[in-house]
């Protein structure tokens, strides 16, 4: 069963399989791996996984990404912004720069 994530009318993504690319453990479930970190983008919906058996964050290459609506999925991630105070990520590239940013100070490779 592959991962589903969607914002209603706004988008999609779909994530068939797993892997860690630390550890190599494959999953498609909560059972290996967390994604409480994903990101809306104006890219769409980009899911972030932390592995449960080594903690390792990343952003799975296999993700399929679909906007249903581009003019409302932007005002939507703008919004969100301005409430949560946080940075707007335009895509997957910083996303995935963010949780390597995540992985280098939770190993304490940051200064």
């Not at 498609?28 to 080594?54: A, M, S, W």
Request: include cysteine; charge should be neutral.
């Amino acid at each position: 069963m592959a991962l589903k994530f969607r914002l209603k009318g706004l988008a999609e993504t779909f994530v068939d399989t797993i892997t860690c690319p630390c550890c190599g453990v494959t999953g498609v479930d909560d059972q290996h791996f967390t994604t409480e970190l994903t990101k809306v983008t104006y890219q769409g919906i980009i899911v972030v996984v932390q592995c449960r058996d080594c903690k390792e964050i990343f952003v799975p290459s296999s993700q399929k990404l679909g906007v249903l609506d581009n003019y409302a999925l932007r005002g939507a991630v703008e919004k969100d912004s301005v409430d949560s105070g946080e940075a707007i990520m335009n895509g997957i590239s910083a996303v995935r720069l963010s949780a390597e940013k995540l992985n280098a100070l939770r190993k304490g490779c940051m200064h």
